[in-house]
């Protein structure tokens, strides 16, 4: 089975304690994620990423069904990176590099996630004609909330590409 790859980046005119702050609190993924989705954090969880951490979600991203989501924070590089992998999910392969830079006026935040569908042939089907979309949607969408929290970038639109 082959794995896709989504590619988000986005300009933000904020500092890199402020971006990474929100970003690294699981709390704040709620913030960041459609509302249909029903996400929630349903694990004890401190303000803070860590190595090793384990992060468990409801969500709920069809028809309102509820799915159980685990992952594991793989790594984390203060103001610089945390990786996230799935542990049980939705994914045959779920890994989300989060990457953060600072620029002239702000800082420059990578996502770049390889995931894997269930199935062969059917999987290959499914996100081609649902996944891909949703996926794009979601990214979308936070790049659209990630905007409201900390402004646009003067003259530059977020970069989202899946393959």
């Known amino acids: 089975m082959t794995s896709h790859t ?11 304690e402020a971006v990474w702050d929100f970003f690294s609190d699981p709390a ?8 249909y989705m029903n996400f ?11 190595t090793g951490q384990i992060i468990e979600y409801k969500v709920s ?3 309102g069904v509820p799915l159980y989501w685990m992952t594991e924070i793989r790594e984390v590089k203060e103001k610089i990176l945390f990786i996230d992998e799935q542990r049980k999910g939705p994914y045959t392969l779920w890994h989300h590099e989060h990457r953060f830079r600072e620029i002239p006026g702000g800082v420059e935040m990578t996502d770049i996630v390889q995931y894997k569908n269930p199935g ?14 949703k996926l794009r949607h979601l ?10 929290l900390f402004g646009k970038w003067p003259g530059r639109e977020p970069v989202l590409t899946i393959h």
Do not use: C, H, M
């Open 6 to 16: 989504i590619t988000a980046v986005q300009q933000i005119p904020a500092s890199v």
């Open 28 to 35: 704040n993924l709620r913030i960041i994620t459609p509302e």
């Open 40 to 50: 929630r954090v349903i694990s004890q969880q401190s303000d803070r990423i860590y």
């Open 61 to 63: 991203p069809l028809w």
């Open 120 to 133: 062969w042939i059917a999987g290959r089907v499914v996100n081609r004609f649902f996944i891909r979309s």
């Open 139 to 148: 990214f979308e969408y936070r790049a659209r909330k990630t905007e409201e």
